[in-house]
């Protein structure tokens, strides 16, 4: 259904840099630098079709995380979802909900983890059964 997701960035390099570390938990490896020709710069994460997309915004105004917004990585297991918060938070995330771990749900158990980026986007580990 998504083709892509971007979000805004304050400081391009060192949110390149913190997810090069943090999605290469899930097996993404490099990423793809474009400059607009509005001199607007962005980064391309791209892994099993999907792309994520960190920019600076393109009406010069200060990047802002959406409050309800949650980007979810899906994980291969739930060893997975625990490491991808922990490499996170080892390069400057913070930790939020609970611990990462199992939860009962209406979509039945899901180790989940929770954590803020750098520029406060509300990111998501994934791991669907028990």
Known sequence: MFSHIMIGTNDIEKSKAFYEKVLAVLGVQG???????????????MHNGGTLALSEPINDEEATCANGMTIGFACNSPEQVKELHDVAIANGATSIENPPGLREGAMGPM????????????????????
């Open 31 to 45: 990423s793809m630098d474009n400059t607009a020709a509005s001199g607007h710069k962005r980064v391309f994460f």
């Open 111 to 130: 180790h989940l983890s929770y954590f803020r980026d750098l520029d406060g986007h509300k990111i998501c580990g994934i791991h669907r059964g028990a």
